[in-house]
């Protein structure tokens, strides 16, 4: 299944404001779909890394050799070997956890790189249980005021 991508700037801050779910490897984020007498859109994804986050993991990886100094390293291919780790993850997982109507942005740590499938598979299927529940307490809290 081909997942439908978030690419507006804006999409990516709106899902910014609602409910998130931290683990070792990644951040969730997720947030209803703003719709008006429309029904639900598939849910939607983004994913991001960014080059701070690249960097902090060649300086992890340096300072456990014992390298000195400040190298730049490979940041972008780095930064696009991770963010095809979260697309096939997601593509691989999502379709069976994500729900209908919800924008959803995963955003990679450091130790991304480090840990393996599986547990990023765990840990994708726990934090969607996670913002879920989140989404559904907040949805019940907005409706009562």
Known sequence: MRLQMLTQRSDFL????????????FLLQAIEQEQADQPLELPRFGITVSNHTVRRYLAQKRAESGEKGEKRGPVSVLRNR????????????APEHAKTGVDYVIIGRPTLETLGFE????????????????????SKHLSKS
Do not use: N, P, Y
């Open 14 to 25: 709106r899902v910014k404001s609602g409910v998130a779910w931290g683990t070792k490897g």
């Open 82 to 93: 991770m963010r095809r780790r979260l697309r096939a993850l997601l593509e691989q997982f």
């Open 119 to 138: 547990i990023l598979r765990k840990d994708l299927q726990e934090s969607f249980q996670k913002v879920h529940r989140r989404i559904i307490s907040t």
